[in-house]
Nanobody
Framework: QVQLVESGGGLAQPGDSLRLSCAAS??????????MAWFRQAPGKERDFVAA????????YNTDSVKGRFIISRDNAKNTVYLQMNSLEPEDTAVYYC??????????????????WGQGTQVIVSS
């Protein structure tokens, strides 16, 4: 089993930055084979793909609405993936979920189901 614990959410004003973290643990988690991703679910909407990263950090994908603003990265020594969110907009308000598994990064964007989900962290962007 794999456990994912997100942190770093909170209240921000438009234009602010936040950094989300997701720490992975568990006997079956292998940082050298497991890719990681971020999704978000706004109130009343479906959960949507945000960003994904391969095990080395060399391949990343972002959804169009966050390109140039959000950066996904990972620290394999800490089994942690990050989402640096800059220039936040009210439309970024959502519960952000971390995911991991053996999908390649592009498959998260295509909607294939990850192996494991975190419990989510709330981000509210409001003036």
């Amino acid at each position: 089993q794999v456990q994912l614990v997100e942190s770093g959410g909170g209240l921000a004003q438009p234009g602010d930055s936040l950094r989300l973290s997701c720490a992975a643990s568990g006997r079956t988690f292998n940082t050298y084979t497991y890719t990681m991703a971020w999704f978000r679910q706004a109130p009343g909407k479906e959960r949507d793909f945000v960003a994904a990263i391969d095990w080395s950090g060399g391949t990343t994908y972002n959804t169009d609405s966050v390109k140039g603003r959000f950066i996904i990265s990972r620290d394999n020594a800490k089994n942690t993936v990050y989402l640096q969110m800059n220039s936040l907009e009210p439309e970024d308000t959502a519960v952000y979920y971390c995911a991991t598994g053996t999908l390649i990064p592009s498959e998260y964007r295509r909607g294939l189901p990850p192996g494991y989900w975190g419990q989510g962290t709330q981000v509210i962007v409001s003036s």
